[in-house]
């Protein structure tokens, strides 16, 4: 099991001097989180369509094995809520496809207010492209159900794991890899995961990955520069896991 842990988003300007150095130059930072981390969680592509020109400079800017997961556009998710996608869906693919092999996982989060439809979520999964690795966050409680993850697994379609206030998931993998987000322990966004409880999340996913390829997990909550503490700390439980064996 490869495990890839990292940060949703790398260009945050209070991490100036709580991660980043003070005087390194914002053009700099990729390469940077990039010595650190193996992995990041493309965000901007949610709010708009990265130009070919920004999809090549992160492919290349990045050491090979580096990997990028790929928020998928809101507004397949979020205006189309997965109905009639397959054009803009082709089009978004096209382009997260620039990546090539560090191209990983698309993120398709869903709208809070997207009720289960399990109809809707079959039709969309039959037209996304086999070969890629897919994977849906349920922000409505109403798709955290057996049904769907059938469905997911019928696709080898990934469920996301997250843990956000007021709202966890179930522990449960769909696919050949398991994907994990952690929004804030106690505000969304704003707040920072205790040792105590990172490693209880590193022995459920250790647990998790154990027939799996891969595991990918990313910390949204950036404030203060929790997100990088968090994902180097969860990272070393989960070395010491695997040292015990």
């Known amino acids: 099991m490869k495990v890839y842990i990292g940060t949703s988003g790398w260009v945050y300007g209070h991490w100036r001097g709580l991660f980043y150095p003070e005087k390194l130059a914002q053009s700099r930072w990729l390469e940077y989180y990039s010595q650190h981390f193996a992995t990041v969680e493309l965000n901007n592509s949610f709010y708009h369509l990265p130009s070919d020109r920004a999809f090549k400079g992160w492919r290349e800017r990045t050491a090979p094995g580096f990997v990028y997961a790929v928020k998928v556009s809101r507004y397949i998710t979020h205006v189309k809520r997965l109905k009639d996608a397959e054009e803009p869906i082709e089009n978004f693919l096209m382009r997260a496809q620039i990546l090539n092999e560090k191209l990983g996982p698309l993120l398709y989060q869903l709208p809070p207010n ?60 769909t696919a ?70």
Request: aromatic share 14%; hydrophobic share 45%; with cysteine.
């Open 114 to 173: 997207m009720r289960r439809n399990d109809a809707v979520l079959e039709r969309f999964l039959d037209v996304l492209p086999m070969g890629l690795k897919h994977v849906f966050e349920f922000r409505h409680e109403s798709w955290f159900d057996e049904g769907v993850f059938d469905l997911l697994r019928m696709h080898n379609a990934g469920f996301c794991i997250y843990d956000m206030p007021g709202l966890v998931t179930p522990v449960v993998a």
């Open 176 to 245: 050949d890899f398991a994907y994990v987000r952690f929004h804030g322990s106690e505000a969304l966004y704003e707040s920072c995961y205790s040792d105590a409880q990172l490693k209880r999340w590193a022995k459920v996913i250790a647990r998790l990955g154990q027939k799996l390829d891969a595991v990918y997990v990313y910390f949204n909550n950036d404030s203060c520069a929790y997100a990088v503490r968090n994902a180097r700390t969860l990272a070393g439980e989960l070395g010491a896991l695997v040292e015990k064996g």
